[in-house]
């Protein structure tokens, strides 16, 4: 028989009794959708769960909250390992589990690993993430960084809760800003050749684009240099391409990202994709002429204006590449498409989420994250310049001061929607104040504990004859609670699309470890309390590898 999960068990068995009570006809209409909530207190000692059903229903239901919920207790069905139900505060009630459901939690992340806590909740719903997504014309930088952690753990956590996800890279190898970034490059591979080439003005003037020119020159001499401007600058343009990409390639593998599929843009005018988006929509009657250009009537559809997708000089806007794009993405199958932006794309949701519902598709169906500004500072102080890169702090010069771990711990560890301030000093700091390392310590503590009851000749009983009875002490209680917080904390950030809630989880199972580290004697001259101890530790160490698994962060056996 399967084990109960919670909070939905109780869920469960409250609509089971509000049914009860409509059907006898104490509830004068149907409760099936009242909208209310099942909760962890705030207030540990009110129990392991809340509902506010009562307080929810109790006008409708012509009577007082604390009438209803007493109702509502007197017609529960049978819950596994629930002890008690009570009436609290204006008509709350309280649920308290019996400590043998988390003797339960830890036979279960005991034995079957980080991967105890998975579910097939989602596995109806094929769900594409798209990120990072930068254009091929320079290296990271530390605001892409974001995006490529957040991407990735939503990724990850979706996965997690059962969706088949697909990540994907999407590159706009076509249009103006590849014109501008070919013309660049091709002056400073002229320059390091020796002659006297200026960058356009309107183009890139990071020192990297020098450094690549230097690399085209002397991978290539002056091959290139003899050729007709529009074959050189095809040639420079292939080049540079590769070695964006290859740059963006190498810096996301330092961070472990990876991606399904990259997707070019160009490809989509190859096949003509972008011609036959608006061809579908023309057809769909949401295109007109004015001033020479065409319009897209994206007013129709929410948007604050219409929008221009033909320049009245026959080129199209970059809207037009992008509603094709997502065009394809539907196309291909996914139910659900995630894209990470930054911040400066946030007025572009409605336009684009206009596009598609004009194509016949539920806007609903894309959603936008958003990714705030990334500030980087050194010992609290803000660093303004890169030595290395000229105007801004590049991905991989951040990777190589603090390392990959610090970099996803730290991107993830707040709200996407909120601007962080990333501290070098402190990311790189080897102490219980910093946060990476207070998680990964409590890891290697876990696999301390286990070399070092090895070391004393302890062999673990098998879990089927250790007495986990003997696990009452207030710490170990707090680790086998938070324990059993992880498939709802993983639920809960998959659905809200929110990584901060697993490293702050993270940190919680952390604190929760180390007290009991520090509080009670694991090795002890009492065989049968070392016994449950160590199986607590190994518990324990599932519900740590699973979130440090989920956030991309490496589990050290020693530190």
Same mark, same amino acid.
């Given at each position: 028989?399967?084990?109960?999960?919670?909070?939905?068990?109780?869920?469960?068995?409250?609509?089971?009794?509000? *049914?009860?009570?409509?059907? $006898? /006809?104490?509830?004068?209409?149907?409760?099936?959708?009242?909208?209310?909530?099942?909760?962890?207190?705030?207030? !540990?000692?009110?129990?392991?769960?809340?509902?506010?059903?009562?307080?929810?229903?109790?006008?409708?239901?012509?009577?007082?909250?604390?009438?209803?919920?007493?109702?509502?207790?007197?017609?529960?069905?049978?819950?596994?390992?629930?002890?008690?139900?009570?009436?609290?505060?204006?008509?709350?009630?309280?649920?308290?589990?019996?400590?043998?459901?988390?003797? =339960?939690?830890?036979?279960?992340?005991?034995?079957? *690993?980080?991967?105890?806590? !998975?579910?097939?909740?989602?596995?109806?719903?094929?769900?594409?993430?798209? %990120?990072?997504? &930068?254009?091929?014309? *320079?290296?990271?930088?530390?605001?892409?960084?974001?995006?490529?952690?957040?991407?990735?753990?939503?990724?990850?956590?979706?996965?997690?809760?059962?969706?088949?996800?697909?990540?994907?890279?999407?590159?706009?190898?076509?249009?103006?800003?590849?014109?501008?970034?070919?013309?660049?490059?091709?002056?400073?591979?002229?320059?390091?050749?020796?002659?006297?080439?200026?960058?356009?003005?309107?183009?890139?003037? /990071?020192?990297?684009?020098?450094?690549?020119?230097?690399?085209?020159?002397?991978?290539?001499?002056?091959?290139?240099? &003899?050729?007709?401007?529009?074959?050189?600058?095809?040639?420079?343009?292939?080049?540079?391409?590769?070695?964006?990409?290859?740059?963006?390639?190498?810096?996301?593998?330092?961070?472990?990202?990876?991606?399904?599929?990259?997707?070019?843009?160009?490809?989509?005018?190859?096949?003509?994709?972008? $011609? =036959?988006?608006?061809?579908?929509?023309?057809?769909?009657?949401?295109?007109?002429?004015?001033?020479?250009?065409?319009?897209?009537?994206?007013?129709?559809?929410?948007?604050?204006?219409?929008?221009?997708?033909?320049?009245?000089?026959? !080129?199209?806007?970059?809207?037009?590449? $992008?509603?094709?794009?997502?065009?394809?993405?539907?196309?291909?199958?996914?139910?659900?498409?995630?894209?990470?932006?930054?911040?400066?794309?946030? /007025?572009?949701?409605?336009?684009?989420?206009?596009?598609?519902?004009?194509?016949?598709?539920?806007?609903?169906?894309?959603?936008? &994250?958003?990714?705030?500004?990334?500030?980087?500072?050194?010992?609290?102080?803000?660093? !303004?310049?890169?030595?290395?890169?000229?105007?801004?702090?590049?991905?991989?010069?951040?990777?190589?001061?603090? /390392?990959?771990?610090?970099?996803?711990?730290?991107?993830?560890?707040?709200?996407?929607?909120?601007?962080?301030? %990333?501290?070098?000093?402190?990311?790189?700091?080897?102490?219980?104040?910093?946060?990476?390392?207070?998680?990964?310590?409590?890891?290697?503590?876990?696999?301390?504990?286990?070399?070092?009851?090895?070391?004393?000749?302890?062999?673990?009983?098998?879990?089927?004859?250790?007495?986990?009875?003997?696990?009452?002490?207030?710490?170990?209680?707090? &680790?086998?609670?938070?324990?059993?917080?992880?498939?709802?904390?993983?639920?809960?950030?998959? +659905?809200?699309?929110?990584?901060?809630?697993?490293?702050?989880?993270?940190?919680?199972?952390?604190?929760?470890?180390?007290?009991?580290?520090?509080?009670?004697?694991?090795?002890?001259?009492?065989?049968?309390?070392?016994?449950?101890?160590?199986?607590?530790?190994?518990?324990?160490?599932?519900?740590?590898?699973?979130?440090?698994? +989920? +956030?991309?962060?490496?589990?050290? $056996?020693?530190?």
């Amino acid at each position: 028989m399967p084990a109960p999960a919670y909070p939905e068990t109780i869920r469960d068995a409250i609509s089971h009794a509000l *049914g009860s009570l409509y059907g $006898d /006809g104490s509830l004068p209409s149907d409760p099936a959708e009242w909208q209310f909530v099942v909760e962890r207190p705030r207030d !540990r000692t009110h129990g392991d769960w809340a509902t506010n059903a009562a307080l929810v229903g109790a006008g409708r239901a012509g009577m007082s909250p604390r009438h209803l919920a007493a109702l509502l207790v007197e017609h529960l069905p049978e819950v596994p390992f629930l002890v008690s139900a009570e009436i609290a505060g204006p008509g709350f009630v309280n649920f308290t589990l019996s400590g043998d459901w988390y003797l =339960e939690v830890l036979r279960r992340a005991a034995t079957e *690993g980080p991967d105890h806590a !998975r579910t097939d909740d989602g596995a109806g719903e094929r769900i594409q993430v798209e %990120f990072v997504s &930068v254009n091929p014309n *320079g290296p990271l930088h530390i605001g892409h960084a974001r995006g490529g952690v957040v991407g990735d753990v939503i990724a990850r956590l979706l996965g997690y809760v059962g969706h088949p996800v697909q990540r994907e890279y999407y590159y706009n190898d076509a249009g103006a800003q590849m014109t501008r970034y070919a013309a660049s490059l091709d002056a400073a591979y002229r320059r390091a050749l020796g002659e006297n080439a200026e960058i356009p003005e309107d183009g890139y003037h /990071g020192e990297y684009v020098t450094e690549w020119g230097a690399e085209l020159a002397a991978e290539r001499g002056d091959a290139l240099a &003899v050729l007709p401007e529009g074959d050189r600058l095809a040639e420079v343009l292939a080049w540079g391409l590769a070695r964006a990409m290859g740059d963006i390639e190498e810096t996301l593998a330092m961070v472990r990202i990876p991606f399904d599929a990259w997707f070019s843009e160009q490809t989509l005018h190859d096949r003509g994709e972008v $011609d =036959e988006a608006l061809r579908r929509l023309e057809a769909a009657g949401y295109l007109y002429r004015e001033e020479g250009a065409t319009w897209f009537r994206s007013s129709a559809f929410g948007d604050e204006k219409d929008r221009v997708v033909v320049t009245s000089d026959g !080129r199209y806007t970059y809207i037009v590449p $992008d509603i094709a794009y997502h065009l394809d993405k539907f196309e291909r199958g996914f139910d659900r498409v995630i894209n990470i932006w930054g911040a400066d794309h946030h /007025g572009y949701i409605p336009r684009l989420k206009a596009s598609l519902e004009a194509l016949g598709f539920d806007p609903g169906r894309l959603e936008i &994250v958003i990714t705030q500004l990334v500030n980087i500072a050194r010992a609290g102080e803000p660093v !303004r310049m890169s030595t290395r890169a000229g105007e801004f702090i590049t991905f991989r010069e951040v990777v190589d001061e603090v /390392g990959a771990d610090a970099v996803r711990y730290f991107l993830a560890a707040y709200s996407p929607d909120t601007p962080i301030t %990333f501290d070098l000093d402190e990311a790189k700091r080897q102490s219980m104040d910093n946060p990476v390392y207070y998680l990964q310590y409590a890891h290697a503590r876990m696999r301390s504990l286990e070399d070092y009851a090895a070391g004393q000749g302890v062999r673990r009983l098998p879990l089927a004859d250790t007495d986990l009875s003997l696990l009452v002490h207030p710490a170990e209680i707090e &680790v086998l609670k938070q324990c059993d917080r992880l498939r709802e904390e993983v639920r809960e950030a998959a +659905l809200r699309r929110a990584p901060h809630r697993i490293t702050a989880y993270g940190y919680d199972v952390a604190t929760a470890f180390h007290r009991f580290y520090t509080d009670c004697r694991i090795v002890t001259d009492d065989e049968a309390l070392t016994h449950a101890r160590l199986w607590l530790v190994e518990a324990a160490k599932s519900v740590m590898l699973a979130t440090l698994g +989920l +956030l991309g962060i490496t589990a050290p $056996d020693r530190m």
